[in-house]
């Protein structure tokens, strides 16, 4: 059963637009995720939020900006998007900052073209 | 540090047969092991963890992995496969447990499981 929600299930956009990602769980998570899985299914971790605290930030180009309004939800903004950011965006989260048991939504599919 | 190596990119059995995926980690620590599943257009799920206690560990679906300290390995296995097991299946390791290493999930590169019928 879901309860990890992702919007949009895909978008196709131009090089150097703008997109936002939205994430919403409904579990009573204290932690979110972003990670980015690329075509050839290989998982980053980008971004970590423990109660709308920014508390892991990967190796990530700037133009990537998460933004958390409350704890259960996590936004994604790719501030001008470039070909190689073509990937899924899988939002996850987890009961607290020390589990590691991650619930996953279905993922953002963008293609840049 | 730490790392999964997955050495089969793809796997391909038939319905009814065995299944054994293969996963060998590196951890400076002693390591928390998971099996993730990633079904078509879909996010991953957990199939099973393991913490300590009982190298072997049950998960969903009639899955089970078995821990081995000395070979580095957490191999996962199913006795009789079915054609809704096909997916992509990630192992991932994290540190043990040090208050608050969790987004030290580091995945493998995950195992294309096709079952035929």
């Known amino acids: 059963e879901t309860a990890v929600f992702q919007t949009p299930n895909y978008h196709v956009t131009q090089v150097g637009n703008e997109v936002s990602f939205n994430c919403k769980q409904t579990?009573?998570?204290?932690?979110m995720y972003w990670y980015k899985q690329d075509s050839k299914k290989l998982l980053k971790i980008m971004f970590s939020?423990?109660?709308?605290?920014?508390?892991v930030n990967e190796t990530v180009p700037r133009r990537f900006s998460p933004q958390s309004s409350d704890k259960a939800h996590l936004n994604l903004r790719i501030k001008s998007v470039e070909p190689e950011d073509s990937a899924v965006y899988l939002c996850?989260?987890?009961?607290?900052?020390?589990?590691?048991?991650?619930?996953f939504g279905a993922g953002t599919r963008l293609s840049v073209l | 540090a730490q790392s999964v190596t997955q050495p089969d990119a793809r796997v391909t059995v038939s319905e009814g047969a065995s299944l054994q995926l293969r996963c060998k980690y590196s951890?400076?620590?002693?390591?928390?092991l998971f099996w993730y599943v990633q079904y078509p257009r879909q996010g991953l799920q957990l199939l099973l963890k393991?913490?300590?206690?009982?190298?072997v560990v049950q998960g969903v679906n009639g899955f089970e992995a078995e821990f081995s300290k000395s070979n580095s390995s957490f191999h996962l296995r199913k006795a009789s496969v079915h054609w809704s097991d096909s997916a992509v299946y990630f192992c991932?390791?994290?540190?043990?447990?040090?208050?608050?290493?969790?987004?030290?999930?580091?995945f493998g590169k995950g195992t294309l499981l096709t079952v035929t019928p």
């Open positions: 393991y913490y300590s206690g009982d190298p």
């Open positions: 939020y423990n109660n709308k605290q920014l508390i």
């Open positions: 579990l009573g998570h204290d932690t």
């Open positions: 951890s400076s620590v002693t390591p928390y």
């Open positions: 996850a989260s987890s009961l607290d900052w020390g589990q590691n048991t991650l619930y």
């Open positions: 991932a390791v994290s540190r043990g447990w040090s208050g608050g290493s969790n987004y030290k999930l580091t």
